[in-house]
């Protein structure tokens, strides 16, 4: 079975400009979440999606958005970018049923992004 | 507010000894622990959870986590470390039972010596 696929792995942005990631979870797997990970913050938890119902959003400004379509894959997007955006961009999928769910996430390898 | 919290940055250990990572949590309510692994250049992946029931966790790659609730710990300890343990590991608390949030630890860096 395929694992978690984020697209693109590394990507380089300016200030000002937008980027759209893009995650396939696991075949089967109905809830995708996402988390930036960076040296200062550690990991931070952005959303969390079921059956393309936002269940959970952290604590991020309104620039960071997401969205889940109909086949569970998910697609998060930053506007207006700024150099502090600067991090690793992890999606996981779990196998929660009836919109639950479970905490043991399977994360794909990230979208590493930087901001110059 | 949940938090966990992971006091030591790094631990290093030598190939065959026992290995303990610390991890102590603040909940209001019931906690609901987890531990996951980060190998270079790679994302995390899961290795136990305690929810409820038994004290000790027995988890991926002969990895266990022991709660204890009056010291509101969940240290992860292996018997005998590897080489191929040097890693990432991080320490998270959910809020609630039926969720997929997740509040990580600043994560400790196991280093395991040949």
């Known amino acids: 079975k395929a694992g978690v696929t984020q697209t693109p792995r590394y990507l380089i942005k300016t200030r000002g400009q937008q980027v759209t990631l893009s995650c396939s979870p696991i075949s089967g797997h109905r809830s995708v979440s996402w988390y930036q990970q960076t040296p200062g913050q550690g990991l931070q938890f952005l959303f969390e999606y079921f059956s393309e119902t936002q269940r959970n959003k952290g604590n991020f400004p309104g620039r960071f958005s997401g969205r889940q379509f109909s086949n569970s894959r998910s697609e998060m997007n930053v506007s207006t970018l700024e150099l502090g955006d600067s991090a690793l961009y992890l999606c996981?999928?779990?196998?929660?049923?009836?919109?639950?769910?479970?905490?043991?996430?399977?994360f794909g390898e990230g979208s590493r992004l930087t901001v110059l | 507010a949940q938090s966990v919290a992971q006091p030591e940055d790094q631990v290093n250990v030598a190939e065959g000894n026992p290995l303990t990572v610390k991890c102590t949590y603040s909940?209001?309510?019931?906690?609901?622990l987890f531990w996951y692994v980060q190998y270079p250049n790679r994302g995390l992946q899961f290795l136990l959870k305690y929810i409820t029931g038994d004290n000790l966790v027995k988890g991926s790659y002969g990895f266990e986590a022991e709660f204890n609730k009056s010291q509101t710990s969940f240290h992860l300890k292996k018997p005998s470390a590897l080489v191929s343990d040097s890693a990432l590991y991080f320490c998270a608390v959910s809020p609630t039972y039926n969720t997929d949030k997740l509040i990580f630890g600043t994560g400790t860096r196991l280093q395991v010596f040949p």
């Open positions: 996981a999928s779990s196998s929660g049923l009836a919109g639950l769910g479970t905490g043991e996430l399977f």
């Open positions: 909940v209001s309510g019931n906690p609901y």
